[in-house]
């Protein structure tokens, strides 16, 4: 799979999920995952998970940070902290979370949060492989934290048969936007 901008340049970092359009036997148990900060920015930037996954926030700072969440896929808080937070978030409802820190504002991360257990981000090179999609149909569907588009383009239809592959192309009919902030870079620690 690949995705391309709309002056043809690879799209590094989005998010692609392969969401099954016939129901399949949950054969993944729910995971531990990690949003770390570090250097005043989430770590990863985007974290997917699978629903019902448990995850950490650590602090690796030198300065304590408190993370949140207002998005309707998990609300959440955790009170201002350093080193590790008390207990990990359970993420049991698919969809989008977006984080931030109250101390911090220019600290902005995202949780992806899927039933699906086929997604990964795309490489420098824009693309990807879901590997061990049993047969079937799927809706295949992508998302980046500046897409600057919505619609049709952003998903497409596969199907996979016995002992072959599938391939889906995405390009994009807008540029990226800007970013928003700058992930803790514009700050120097005797700022704080």
């Not at 300065?63 to 609300?75: G, M």
């Not at 109250?102 to 420098?124: C, E, K, Q």
């Amino acid at each position: 799979m690949s995705i391309s901008g709309a002056s043809g340049g690879a799209i590094e970092g989005a998010v692609v999920v392969a969401e099954p359009l016939q129901p399949v036997a949950r054969t993944h148990a729910p995971q531990k995952a990690v949003m770390d900060q570090h250097n005043l920015m989430f770590v990863p930037d985007v974290l997917i998970v699978m629903t019902g996954t448990a995850v950490d926030f650590p602090n690796s700072d030198q300065v304590r940070h408190q993370v949140y969440s207002f998005s309707p896929a998990k609300k959440f808080e955790l009170a201002l902290y350093a080193g590790s937070a008390r207990s990990p978030i359970v993420f049991d409802k698919p969809g989008l979370v977006t984080l931030g820190c109250n101390i911090h504002d220019n600290m902005l991360g995202y949780i992806w949060v899927t039933d699906s257990p086929w997604f990964a981000r795309t490489a420098a090179d824009g693309r990807l492989q879901l590997h061990d999609l049993p047969p079937g149909d799927y809706n295949v569907r992508i998302w980046h934290a500046l897409l600057n588009e919505s619609g049709a383009q952003l998903a497409q239809h596969i199907s996979i048969s016995d002992n072959q592959s599938s391939t889906a192309s995405f390009k994009l009919t807008r540029p990226l936007r800007a970013p928003t902030h700058n992930h803790g870079a514009d700050r120097k620690w005797a700022d704080y």
